[in-house]
């Protein structure tokens, strides 16, 4: 246990946990009146195999521990920021996705149901602040590829309801899409879950939703969300759209294109690298060989039935 743990523990025991309401700055609690304005009035703070440590990131500095709802005695997670601007900063950011009122609708769904967030200073040097979450299970401990199709599809389908209204929302960019952020819920159904990079969509969202065996977009040509096209090359419906001989670049394929086309439109590349016309013709075979099995087994996972 280190000296952020203790603090944070400490915290969840302690009777200084105040609910604070991000989208209400005008929220008047000073008559006290407000049930449930403390974090203690809430959670279960008699059961002592609670807190229980879920997670650590080190590089957000939040810890996340799992607590049980005084209501019935559900579980909950909590995440904490103890003694660390960056965590409380990025705690108070993913609270305000989840106290907007285009979320609500996608909470206990595709998102997890919010329960408030909370702050105090535990003695007069930190500040804490944590989150109150629904726990909805694991998140995935192997890339969403390896998932059978029913689930990558309503994985396709949950960001694309974050996209588009009420919620309109990206989640973060392109190179913040994790696997771990995807739950399983015990339903079967997933659940996506940290929002502490997201913000509002700008205008509505190009193409929110990618069909499975859909060639990738070709950069550049169209606007579509980095996000959206990264969940959906993860969940394996974008193929490639081209085929790539070393040296020489990509071809771009079309069923309708012979050996003597791709040879045509390569030519002086692949005589520069010292390629005749034989030669070439046979190792854009090769190649445009292996593609059609790239092609043949990303059809296989873009169809029900196929699964592990
Ligand atoms: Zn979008």
Known sequence: ?????????????????????????????????????????????????????????????????????RSDGSEVLCKVAAASLTGEKRLVQEARMYESPNTASLQGTVMP????????????????????????????????????????????????????????????????????????????????????????????????????????PIPGTDLSCGEILEVSKAAGALMDNSFEIKGIGPMHYHPKKTIADYWRSARSEMMARGYNETGGHEVIQKHLEEYKNYLKDMEALGKPGNDE
């Not at 006290?32 to 990131?57: K, T």
């Not at 996506?192 to 990738?216: A, E, M």
């Open 113 to 216: 149901k919010y329960h408030g967030l909370f702050q105090g200073d535990v003695n007069s040097f930190f500040k804490v602040t944590c989150m109150i979450l629904e726990h909805c299970g694991k998140p995935l401990s192997r890339p969403l590829i390896h998932e059978d199709f029913a689930f990558r599809d309503a994985v396709l389908n949950a960001y694309s309801q974050l996209h588009t209204a009420p919620a309109m929302l990206v989640k973060g960019d392109a190179s913040e899409y994790k696997y771990e952020d995807i739950v399983r819920r015990g339903n079967g159904q997933p659940c996506l879950v940290d929002y502490g990079s997201s913000r509002p969509h700008r205008g509505d969202c190009d193409q929110p939703r990618f069909d499975f065996k859909s060639f990738t």
């Open 1 to 69: 246990m280190d000296s952020r743990d203790k603090l944070a523990r400490d915290a969840l025991k302690s009777q200084f946990m105040r609910r604070v309401y991000l989208e209400r700055p005008d929220h008047d609690d000073s008559q006290g009146c407000n049930a449930g304005s403390l974090l203690h009035d809430i959670v279960d703070v008699a059961d002592d195999s609670y807190p229980r440590q879920f997670h650590y990131s080190r590089e957000t500095y939040v810890y996340i521990y799992v607590l049980k709802l």
